[in-house]
């Protein structure tokens, strides 16, 4: 049996993926097993990648099903006591999984665990965030976070400015490295497919704090995310379902007042967000800024259906 079950999303990133699992074999010590799960794929072979390297079971889907549903066909088959899921677009530096099976078992195997994430320069990425408030998506969506980065009250990033360099309790680690021993999924369940792209890490945090678990940030090793530092290839399919995940996560967690006022502050965001990004592209007539206006006029009028099938 391996140690631990890596399950990774791939859709068209066979480059990315090549690379990804080319350096976790370099520098993986712990026996594993690797699931790639290609969301549907509409160039290339998966198979032509995978092939070349141990341990590596690829199911192929007809179909994009979104990144939890995915994640979720990939946790069925998976047999480790441990559950990593890894962004295809993660570049192994050191021994992270090994480090991080470490470190789960000095805290009994019971906390959701990630890892310090970087930029393809070595910068230091965005690893942690804090769940939705009042009053951070106050701060998110009038611009407030900008001016006062590091206030818990207004920005829900505030914790990256603050990281003290030991392993430490936060509320969400980005799930670019979602490590998840078995004893939480035997809690938490299975991540719930109404979230089809974002979202999914955070709303599995919640679910498992609000059950009394912890989840921790692990930066005494990293990787190279370099999802964070490139541009997106699709806008509109980045703005649509951000705007989704954030409005769904609302509907299942939220109640009454408070999310009235959350869906309030997040669709005012939007509609303020038109002239500022048309206007700022005036001057020297920036497309990119006129593109991102039309994104968010459009995502103002779109509001999901509420689904209350829950996947535990």
């Given at each position: 049996m391996p140690e631990i079950s890596i399950i990774i999303i791939n859709y068209?990133?066979?480059?990315?993926?090549?690379?990804?699992?080319?350096?976790?074999?370099?520098?993986?010590?712990?026996?594993?097993?690797?699931?790639?799960?290609?969301?549907?794929?509409?160039?290339?072979?998966?198979?032509?990648?995978?092939?070349?390297?141990?341990?590596?079971?690829?199911?192929?889907?007809?179909?994009?099903?979104?990144?939890?549903?995915?994640n979720n066909i990939g946790i069925k088959e998976a047999t480790g006591k441990y559950l990593l899921l890894l962004n295809n677009d993660i570049v192994f530096t050191e021994d992270v999984i090994s480090a991080t099976i470490d470190f789960s078992k000095s805290v009994n195997d019971e906390a959701i665990i990630g890892c310090k994430?970087?930029?393809?320069?070595?910068?230091?990425?965005?690893?942690?965030?804090?769940?939705?408030?009042?009053?951070?998506?106050?701060?998110?969506?009038?611009?407030?976070?900008?001016?006062?980065?590091?206030?818990?009250?207004?920005?829900?990033?505030?914790?990256?400015?603050?990281?003290?360099?030991?392993?430490?309790?936060?509320?969400?680690?980005?799930?670019?490295?979602?490590?998840?021993?078995?004893?939480?999924?035997?809690?938490?369940?299975?991540?719930d497919e109404r979230f089809f792209f974002y979202y999914e890490e955070t709303e599995y945090c919640y679910r498992y704090t609000n059950a009394g678990g912890k989840v921790y940030y692990f930066p005494l090793a990293s990787i190279v995310h370099l999802g964070g530092s490139s541009s997106d290839s699709n806008l509109w399919f980045k703005f649509y379902h951000q705007h989704i995940a954030k409005v769904q996560f609302f509907q299942k967690h939220f109640a009454g007042i408070k999310f009235i006022s959350a869906c309030a502050i997040h669709y005012s965001g939007l509609l303020i967000r038109v002239p500022f990004y048309f206007l700022a592209g005036l001057p020297?007539?920036?497309?990119?800024?006129?593109?991102?206006?039309?994104?968010?006029?459009?995502?103002?009028?779109?509001?999901?259906?509420?689904?209350?099938?829950?996947?535990v």
């Open positions: 068209n990133g066979f480059d990315l993926l090549e690379k990804c699992l080319s350096t976790l074999q370099e520098f993986t010590k712990a026996m594993y097993e690797v699931i790639v799960v290609d969301n549907g794929s509409t160039i290339g072979d998966v198979d032509e990648v995978t092939s070349p390297f141990e341990n590596v079971i690829t199911i192929k889907l007809g179909e994009n099903k979104g990144y939890a549903a995915a994430l970087l930029n393809e320069d070595g910068s230091h990425q965005v690893s942690v965030i804090d769940y939705d408030t009042i009053s951070n998506l106050f701060g998110e969506n009038y611009f407030l976070y900008k001016v006062f980065p590091t206030s818990k009250m207004l920005s829900k990033w505030n914790r990256n400015y603050k990281l003290t360099g030991k392993p430490e309790e936060v509320e969400v680690v980005k799930g670019a490295y979602f490590f998840i021993p078995r004893k939480v999924y035997d809690i938490v369940g299975l991540l020297k007539m920036n497309t990119g800024m006129f593109k991102k206006a039309w994104c968010y006029l459009k995502t103002f009028f779109i509001y999901p259906k509420n689904i209350f099938k829950v996947f």
